[in-house]
C-alpha cells in the first residue's frame, strides 16, 4: 500500500472490486471529430474517465522569439475540470498538471513530424471531464486521435495504459480506488506498431519480476488501445476515404 493510505480489500474471489479480471481494461468509447472549432479533435471515455481533447495548427507561434526555425513547436496543456473529481478542483495549472501536461508531450512527440512545418505551434488542450484514474493515460490516446484528426502528419498513433499492483497483484489499467490504495501505479504509453515506449512511470514500488509482468500487461493492452483508435479514425473517414480492404 502507497504510504499513509487506508487499507482496503481490493480483490475478492479473484475478482476486482468492479467486477473485472486482472488482465481487463475497463471499457473504452471513442468519438472523433467532436468539436467545430478544433482542427482535430476527439472525445475519450476509460471507464469513468472523460476526457475531450482538442488540436490547433499548425499556425503561426507567438512569441515569435519562441519558433523553431527547423520544425513545429508542440504546445500541450492538460486541465482538469473543477468538477471532474470528488472534491472540488481549484481552477488553473498546478504543479501536477504542469508535470502531466510535459510527458504527455513528450510522449507524442516522437510520432509527430515537426520538420514539415517549421516556425509553427500544434496546440494540444485536454481536457479532463471527469476523473477515476487513469486520466493521463485517457488525455494522450485522445489526443493521438485528434492529432491525426487535424491531418497532422504522423508516423504512427501512440497508445496508453497504467497498470498497477493491488492486494499485492499486477493488474491491468486501475480506477480511482485502485489507485487509492492500491501499491503501485505504472502509466505507460507507446507506439504500438513498433514496440517503442515513449512514456514510463511509477508511482509506488515495484520488484523487478513485478515491473517486466506489468510492463508486459500494459504493452499488449496498448496494441488492443490502438486497434480501437484505429477503428474509430476508419469509422470516421471511412464515407470520405476509400480504406481498401487489408491496406488500412
Ligand atoms: O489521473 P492519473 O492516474 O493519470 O493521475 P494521478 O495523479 O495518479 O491521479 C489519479 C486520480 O486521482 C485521478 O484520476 C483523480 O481521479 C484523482 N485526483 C483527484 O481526485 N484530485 C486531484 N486533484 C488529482 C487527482
Known amino acids: 500500500m502507497k504510504e499513509g493510505k487506508e487499507e482496503i480489500e481490493l480483490i475478492k474471489e ?33 471507464g ?12 503561426e507561434m507567438h512569441p515569435r522569439h519562441a519558433q523553431d526555425a527547423k520544425m513545429a513547436v508542440v504546445k500541450f496543456r492538460y486541465n482538469m475540470a473543477p468538477f471532474s473529481v470528488d472534491d472540488r478542483k481549484r481552477p488553473g495549472p498546478d504543479r501536477r498538471s504542469v508535470e502531466i501536461s510535459k510527458v504527455s508531450r ?14 509553427t505551434a500544434i496546440d494540444v488542450y485536454v481536457e479532463i471531464l471527469q476523473s ?17 484528426d487535424a491531418g497532422i502528419p504522423m508516423k504512427d498513433l501512440v497508445s496508453s495504459v497504467a497498470v498497477g499492483k493491488i492486494d499485492g497483484e499486477i493488474v491491468l489499467d486501475l480506477n480511482a480506488i485502485e489507485d ?10 507507446m507506439v504500438a506498431r513498433t514496440n517503442t515506449i515513449t512514456l514510463l512511470q511509477m508511482d509506488g514500488r515495484l520488484e523487478r519480476e513485478e515491473f517486466e509482468r506489468g510492463l508486459k500487461l500494459a504493452m499488449g493492452a496498448c ?3 490502438y486497434e480501437l483508435q484505429r477503428a474509430a479514425l476508419i469509422d470516421r ?10 491496406e488500412a
Not at 469513468?48 to 499556425?59: C, F, L, M, T
Not at 513528450?106 to 516556425?119: F, G, H, N, S, T
Not at 473517414?237 to 487489408?246: A, R
Open 14 to 46: 479473484g475478482k476486482r472490486l468492479d467486477g473485472r479480471g486482472f488482465d481487463e481494461l475497463r471499457p473504452i468509447k471513442i468519438e472523433v471529430g467532436v468539436l467545430k472549432r478544433a482542427d482535430g479533435s476527439c472525445y475519450f471515455e476509460l
Open 48 to 59: 469513468d474517465n472523460k476526457v475531450i481533447a482538442a488540436v490547433y495548427g499548425p499556425r
Open 106 to 119: 513528450e510522449a507524442l512527440d516522437p510520432v509527430i513530424m515537426r520538420e514539415y512545418y517549421p516556425k
Open 132 to 148: 477515476d484514474a487513469g486520466t493521463r493515460t485517457a488525455g494522450i490516446n485522445a489526443a493521438s486521435i485528434a492529432l491525426a
Open 180 to 189: 487509492n490504495h492500491g501499491e503501485a501505479d505504472m502509466p505507460v504509453a
Open 223 to 225: 496494441h488492443q488501445i
Open 237 to 246: 473517414y471511412s464515407e470520405s476515404v476509400d480504406v481498401g480492404e487489408g
